[in-house]
Nanobody, 125 residues
Framework: QVQVVESGGGLVQTGGSLRLSCTTSARTFGDYSMGWFRQAPGKEREFVAAISRNGGNINYAEVVKGRFTISRDNVGKMVYLQMNNLSPEDTAVYYC??????????????????WGQGTQVTVSS
């Protein structure tokens, strides 16, 4: 069982920035592609961004393109989500997820093996 832990959420004003971090207990972090998803109150969980095992394949949801950046540090066993120009519509619980040995199709939540507990991001107007 791999544990996934997110951090970095908080309260920020419209137009502000936050950086979310995620780490896992996997011995071989580099074997896992990583994704970020979010769920706002009353809405379904939605894809935000994903990065393949070596960082060569990166995908973003249309609504965050140009504002969010996903990156990873395989040596430090970390994945990051830099979020800029935040708006109230970005308010949600953000989840980090990991998938072993798969570099494509990472937009679907169904492919992921392990999930974190989530971190709350609140953007005030």
């Amino acid at each position: 069982q791999v544990q996934v832990v997110e951090s970095g959420g908080g309260l920020v004003q419209t137009g502000g920035s936050l950086r979310l971090s995620c780490t896992t207990s996997a011995r071989t972090f580099g074997d896992y592609s990583m994704g970020w998803f979010r769920q706002a109150p009353g809405k379904e969980r939605e894809f935000v961004a994903a990065i393949s095992r070596n960082g060569g394949n990166i995908n973003y949801a249309e609504v965050v393109k140009g504002r969010f950046t996903i990156s990873r540090d395989n040596v430090g066993k970390m994945v990051y989500l830099q979020m800029n120009n935040l708006s109230p519509e970005d308010t949600a619980v953000y989840y980090c997820a990991s998938k072993k040995w798969l570099d494509y199709g990472l937009e679907s939540s169904r492919v992921y093996d392990y999930w974190g507990q989530g971190t709350q991001v609140t953007v005030s107007s």
